[in-house]
């Protein structure tokens, strides 16, 4: 049984409130389809994969579809007015076919997982219809006139989801039975079996809450973070093959985080070139920045990866600052960055290499006594996610560490309670990971 991925694309985002159409916003990196794409792909129960896309975006897809080098996506069909169209458009190219079960698939639900898909096509060795839901938290009340109608049970509700996966002959003959009826509405194609093929069986795999579907303007902060939640189980690893024969510079490599960093990517075979304030580079002055990248590049003939690790902790209120401190603060945490990026860029798009920037986990919300710290670090967050959409063959990201036993933090807080921090090599260990990944544009959480 040969299993085809149908990508249902096409939507315009009306609800979404943005001209461009919310399959091909930008999210974590890429866009919105490309993370689909890339589980389908990658999939190994997935044999082929179409595309059912609004006309005027069939050239956006093309395009994507090269970049990413896609070998399994064979077809990209020109969808309809009403989902069901796009979906009939698929059953028609398909139609020839024998020993054929169709996916259905929402483009914006890029955190489908492997298992979900996997569940969808075993289900069909049994069942010739199966859908993908979640169990409701919420009560459901049904409304006629702004009133209360009935309060249905709710251990029997259930929220729907895709992919919905069916048997060709299955989906088609309901869709012949549909087309036929005069009243005929759909808003999904369990629906159509479910009326048109009323003794067939349509069988519930388990979702889960993370496959989330792209609706809103706020869907997309949650899908953000759902994204950082999902790097950071990714991200962990202790094989560091792959940084043989790298260059790597790491500014702020004299302590810590970054100190780390340099002693892992050696004992892994990487040549590695350290700057710092204490070896005179000053990240927040350009020229300082250009010749020390120069210099490495002179020598190495290239430059892989560039690590940013230097930051400097003020816990002082605004009012009690002074504009020098308040300067330093913003040179080093955000300015620093800027020129790290900017003088680094030629240097990783020849190699196709990654830059590495941090973050605190104060970036999500400003604290007193942090203000210039925490604002930086937002910044910082910003900075990224704006240059990976800038950038397309230079990866960046953001490691966001829990509180982490540093110099810097024992500086500032002194001796902590044994057990309460993270250790700085996890971070360093999680960072290379990172830089060696083909995420882009991530905010990678690390905990203890």
Not at 28 to 51: Q, R, Y
Not at 142 to 152: G, R, T
Not at 256 to 261: A, F, H, M, T, Y
Not at 291 to 306: C, F
Request: charged share 25%; with cysteine.
């Amino acid at each position: 049984m040969k299993n085809i991925a149908i990508i249902l694309s096409g939507g315009k985002g009306v609800r979404l409130g943005d001209s461009r159409p919310k399959q091909l916003l930008k999210l974590a990196g890429k866009k919105v389809i490309e993370h689909t794409l890339d589980v389908f792909e990658s999939h190994p129960l997935i044999d082929e994969i179409a595309v059912v896309s609004n006309i005027d975006n069939i050239q956006n897809i093309e395009e994507i579809s090269l970049r990413n080098k896609f070998t399994k996506l064979k077809k990209i069909l020109i969808g309809g007015t009403e989902r069901y169209l796009s979906s009939l458009a698929a059953i028609k190219a398909y139609e020839s076919e024998k020993e054929i079960n169709l996916i259905f698939h929402d483009a914006v639900r890029p955190l489908v997982n492997h298992r979900i898909i996997t569940d969808c096509i075993k289900a069909l060795e049994k069942y010739n219809a199966v859908d993908v839901a979640i169990e409701v938290a919420d009560t459901i009340i049904q409304v006629e006139n702004s009133v209360i109608k009935s309060v249905p049970i709710r251990a029997n509700l259930r929220s729907g989801q895709t992919p919905q996966a069916f048997k060709l002959e299955t989906i088609k003959k309901a869709y012949d039975l549909a087309l036929a009826d005069a009243n005929f509405k759909t808003t999904d194609d369990c629906g159509v079996v479910c009326k048109y093929l009323p003794t067939e069986p349509v069988f519930v795999v388990k979702g889960e809450q993370f496959n989330m579907k792209l609706t809103y303007k706020q869907d997309l902060f949650l899908l953000d973070k759902l994204f950082q939640l999902k790097s950071t189980q990714e991200n962990k690893t202790d094989s560091f093959l792959q940084l043989k024969d790298k260059v790597i510079v790491v500014f702020g490599g004299s302590y810590g985080i970054g100190k780390d960093i340099c002693n892992i990517a050696k004992e892994n075979g990487a040549i590695v070139y350290s700057f710092s304030r204490s070896t005179d580079v000053d990240i927040s002055i350009r020229e300082k920045v250009s010749k020390a990248l120069k210099e490495v590049y002179n020598k190495e003939g290239k430059i892989n990866y560039v690590i940013n690790t230097a930051a400097i902790l003020q816990i002082q209120s605004l009012k009690n600052m002074s504009y020098d401190d308040i300067m330093t603060g913003l040179n080093v945490n955000y300015l620093g960055a800027i020129i790290v990026a900017k003088e680094s860029y030629p240097y990783l798009k020849e190699t196709k290499g990654a830059l590495l920037l941090y973050t605190s986990s104060s970036y999500t919300r400003g604290r007193g006594l942090y203000s210039i710290y925490s604002s930086t670090k937002a910044a910082i967050v910003n900075l990224i996610q704006a240059l990976s959409e800038e950038w397309e063959h230079v990866r960046i990201n953001c490691i966001n560490p829990e509180r982490t036993l540093t110099p810097m933090r024992v500086k500032n807080f002194g001796n902590e309670p044994e057990g309460t921090l993270l250790d700085s090599i996890k971070v360093a260990k999680v960072s290379l990971s990172v830089v060696l990944s083909e995420k882009t544009g991530q905010i990678i959480d690390v905990k203890r």
